[in-house]
């Protein structure tokens, strides 16, 4: 078993990080905006914890807290590098005009940083995305042709910028859902078949081949499958190196994982969760096919069950009624708006109802996400950690997790694993929260006193 490095025994983040993103969309054109900005001290990183979280530190009695940038040793944000592949040519400033989540006054803040990001051609199948086409794509004899023309990306950008370390994060649509298949089921098959062009071979895990196959730890933002079968599973053991994912966790699914967990605490039952949303920017236009929503509809609708347990309280949870529903409207553009209504029952079966309304921006809310997402992977890279992260479950919609487990989804549950585990990496105690110390004068665990 590997061990994790801890404390002074981190590899320290020295030198350049690269960071290579499939899709130059809303998205990734958002978060490199506010990176670029915050570089010049012109905007402020608001919802990323790697920025501006901090972090508690010893008892409540001490009152200390430290700024995690502070605390575990990330990578400036002056220290990264950008690369990315997208089916339109367009650079990220483009991109980032096109997509209209941001004022035009702040993206021109970084317009020469934003063109600099060309993107590469993209690996794209239109199987997997119905509602997409664009000229700006790779052509290859085989799959296995177009990972290893991905590999010769990867090493002219790292060639190109003089990057040190690198990671790949997925930011481009949600692929049609398809569930695994035989060519899956260990790296060899997996392998075979991209030599044979299978069609059950996705451009994510061509990507993710790519990536994980020269050492590189692979982030899925979407809800499709990609690393989470085991052939990719078994290349990443192999190389050592962290995968995590899938489907970064913003808008109606993040009150989900807020909300639901007060009810499963309060043991107040649920008869029916509703759920419905309008969306109008390019990610709107892909769901709008059948095919990619069942990719996301399988990640939205699996988040409540591990939260209320409807196994273990089958006459508050056994029955409710959870639907979702997705509409592309384009006069909204990025402006995502999300209605849920939730009939709720509480003592004596008296029924109540809690009624959400959240007008929310996609990508303002995803771009911290994906920020922390690539500092953190970077880290557990440098400290050792190889594999399924499932510690950074905080930012997903449907966190990968060990075979055997079921995923944590409940967001108050996820951040204490994430925060214990920052604790954990830099030697500092472990916070349980029961308090009793601090009435009683108790024996420390395993001495009798």
Known sequence: MTEIRRG??????????????????AVASTMLTGVFAARKGLARPIGSLTQTGKIRLGKRTADKFEPIRDFIPLAGLEDMAFGAWDVFPDSAYAAAAKAKVLSREHIDLVRDELEA?????????????????????????????????LMKDIDAFRTRHRTDRLVMCWTASTEAYRPTQGVHADLK???????????DISPS???????LKMGIPYINGAPHITTDCPALLELAAAKGVPVTGKDFKTGQTLMKTI????????????SGWFSTNILGNRDG????DPESFRSKEISKLGVLDTILRPDLYPEL?????????????????????????IDIFGWMGYPMQV??????????????????????????VRAGMHGIQEWLSFYWKSPMVREGLYPENDLFVQRSKLMNTLRYLMKAELIHHTGLDYYYDLPEEGVKK
Not at 205 to 211: G, H, L, S, V
């Open 8 to 25: 002074a025994d981190i590899a320290p983040a020295k030198g350049r990080l690269g960071v290579l993103m499939p899709g130059l969309g």
């Open 285 to 288: 236009e892909v769901l709008d």
């Open 355 to 380: 009624k959400v309304n959240f007008l929310c921006r996609d990508s303002i809310l995803a771009a911290p996400v994906v920020l922390d997402l690539i500092l953190f992977t970077d880290l557990a």
């Open 205 to 211: 895990q061509i990507y993710a081949y790519a990536a």
């Open 259 to 270: 909300l639901a967990p007060g009810f499963a605490a309060r043991l107040l039952g649920i």
């Open 189 to 199: 098959a997996f392998e075979a078949g991209l030599q044979a062009s299978s069609p």
């Open 317 to 341: 949870y056994g029955h409710f009624y959870h639907k979702v529903d997705i509409n592309y409207y384009p006069p909204r553009g990025d402006d995502k708006e999300s209605w849920d209504n």
């Open 117 to 149: 990001v060309e993107p590469m051609p993209a690996v794209f199948d239109r199987g997997y995305v119905h509602k997409l086409d664009g000229p700006h794509v790779k052509r290859g004899g085989s799959k296995m042709a177009l990972a290893e023309a």
